[in-house]
């Protein structure tokens, strides 16, 4: 199985709504045994299809003798395949993606070979000057042009208007930098910058960006718990909390982890950091990086953050709640994201408010509690905190100041990628009055 077999399985898998495609595409490969160059491969083919979905199926039916509608589902997905790298990636033969989109749909659906061959040849042979979008429609343009529902560019509009939406749109579908952060308890950024080309100096303290392509859990300073990976956003936010030495936090919603790393360094391995999650695998997964990190003061818990547990009352000193949101800010990672469902988010501030509620039960008097999600909609950010503000009246806002580009709301501060060169996240400090 090679890569373009994997991708075209992973975007079945997505159409299917069968799994996320990172952790499909994570199992695919390591049981392929692809090497890091085709990995990559199928990796950046199925990122590139999902943030340009639209679009491609735009050409697809452009040049299709078949009703758009009539494509079997299977060869539409072959076709996507082909399509992405016949018009997105010049180091690759038109004839390769071709050839391997024919052979692909013989084996699936031989009447329709010859079907997927006419239609790729001529997106290959206009791929210099492929149909533009006609749309009237200023939200319908960008939802094709950029791949996104219009219930999302709207959301996005009525927010931000429609100039910055379409700066949003179109940043999310670049590729980004990976950041890291480095592992103060084992090294320092200087040590390991001091003739090291794989990484970058980043712009927030003991940051760096990755400068290679290849597989970062390969690099002895990965294995050897110097580094892991963490964006910006998240690293600012573990540092905006700033728990001090010795105290006593909870990491309400810690899953996979990295904020409670980054708070066991700033509090030098002392005190002690409980971090919580539903899933009982994820808080394996949190013990083992702990473990290769040499952090020694974190302790995971299994635990539903919105149930009331009555022996945490005011126990803890400082409260990260980095709630389940919609993730509409990591959409630049995660591209699928972009396609779920309206309704599957309509819920989401309502639980957000009830892990905020209970976990603040657990904050003690002059305690710090810092809320975030990795969202940029409002209904899921200053609206919650707002919510929270006029039922808990004993918490306050702590006015925080940011060296990075961000936009200040009502409570708290959001960052957007291409302002911040960040995640899209949110987050707001607040303090319990003594």
């Not at 995971?300 to 000193?317: A, C, G, I, K, P």
Request: with cysteine; charged share 25%; proline share 3%.
């Amino acid at each position: 199985m090679n890569a373009r077999d994997i991708a075209v399985d992973a975007i079945t898998a997505f159409r299917k709504r069968d799994a996320w495609s990172d952790g499909f595409l994570r199992n695919k490969i390591r049981a392929a045994k692809l090497d890091s160059r085709d990995a990559a491969l199928a990796t950046e083919i199925v990122n590139g299809v999902l943030q340009n979905l639209y679009l491609i199926n735009f050409y697809i039916e452009t040049f299709s003798s078949v009703k758009f509608s009539k494509i079997a589902p299977g060869i539409l997905d072959i076709l996507q395949v082909a399509v992405y790298q016949i018009v997105y990636l010049d180091r690759i033969p038109d004839s390769a993606a071709i050839n391997d989109a024919v052979n692909r749909a013989k084996r699936n659906n031989p009447r329709a070979a010859g079907f997927v061959n006419a239609i790729t040849r001529k997106i290959s042979s206009q791929k210099n000057n492929l149909p533009s979008l006609q749309c009237d429609d200023f939200e319908k343009f960008l939802s094709v042009q950029y791949s996104y529902p219009v219930w999302i560019v709207k959301a996005l509009m009525n927010v931000y208007g429609r100039e910055e939406t379409e700066k949003i749109l179109s940043f999310n579908n670049i590729k980004h930098r990976i950041s890291a952060r480095v592992n103060i308890l084992k090294t320092t950024t200087e040590s390991l910058l001091d003739n090291n080309e794989l990484f970058e100096k980043g712009p927030i303290e003991n940051s760096v960006y990755i400068n290679f392509k290849g597989s970062i859990e390969n690099t002895s300073e990965f294995q050897n718990g110097c580094i892991y990976i963490q964006d910006l956003a998240s690293q600012i936010a573990a540092s905006t909390l700033s728990p001090c030495k010795g105290a006593s936090v909870l990491d309400a919603c810690a899953a996979p982890g990295g904020k409670s790393f980054l708070m066991a360094q700033l509090m030098g391995n002392t005190g002690k950091i409980f971090s919580c999650d539903i899933y009982e695998h994820k808080l394996h997964l949190i013990e083992d990086t702990a473990a290769r990190l040499g952090i020694r003061n974190i302790s995971t818990v299994l635990r539903d953050s919105s149930v009331f547990f009555d022996e945490w009352e005011e126990t803890f000193d400082f409260i990260l709640a980095d709630v389940p949101c919609s993730g509409f800010g990591i959409i630049r990672k995660k591209p699928d994201i972009r396609y779920k469902d309206e309704t599957s988010i309509n819920q989401l501030p309502e639980l957000q408010l009830k892990i905020l509620n209970n976990v603040s039960r657990y904050l003690k008097r002059g305690g710090t509690l810092l809320y975030s999600t990795c969202t940029i909609l409002p209904q899921e950010n200053e609206c919650v905190v707002d919510s929270f503000l006029e039922q808990n009246k004993d918490y306050e806002e702590v006015d925080e100041y940011f060296d990075i580009p961000c936009i200040k709301n009502k409570y708290g501060v959001t960052l957007l990628p291409h302002i911040s060169g960040t995640d899209g996240f949110y987050m707001c400090k607040l303090r319990r009055k003594i």
